[in-house]
């Protein structure tokens, strides 16, 4: 069994601040990318940054200065600090990584349950 959780989230106003934190768990060998997307009411969801274990990461243009992922691989966690939020970003924040599981031969990508983040104006 895997599990991704996720954590953080919420309401907060125009130009402020809120901080997503995730973490895998469960049998598994190794974890390999993690990242962060979102999905707002009527759109598909998007890839919102994401990091190797190595530390590259990859970042939606709409995010880039604002949002910085981070990630600590002996503990299998992926931090998202977001800055400057604005009303663009209200969605339901999904954490997902990418596991090889003990015996299987390629990585799946497992999903958390997604948390909410409303950013009034």
């Known amino acids: 069994q895997v599990q991704v959780a996720e954590s953080g989230g919420g309401l907060v106003q125009a130009g402020g601040s809120l901080r997503l934190s995730c973490a895998a768990s469960?049998?598994?060998?190794?974890?390999?990318?993690m990242g962060w997307y979102r999905q707002a009411p009527g759109k598909q969801r998007e890839l919102v940054a994401s990091?190797?274990?190595?530390?590259?990461?990859n970042y939606a243009d709409s995010v880039k200065g604002r949002f910085t992922i981070s990630r600590d691989n002996a503990k299998n966690t992926v931090d998202l600090p977001m800055n400057s939020l604005n009303a663009e970003d209200t969605a339901v924040y999904y954490c997902?990584?990418?596991?090889?599981?003990?015996?299987?031969?390629?990585?799946?990508?497992?999903w958390g349950q997604g948390t909410q983040v409303t950013v009034s104006s």
């Open positions: 990091i190797t274990t190595g530390g590259s990461t």
């Open positions: 469960g049998s598994f060998s190794r974890v390999n990318t």
């Open positions: 997902a990584a990418d596991v090889l599981r003990i015996s299987y031969t390629v990585f799946v990508r497992y």
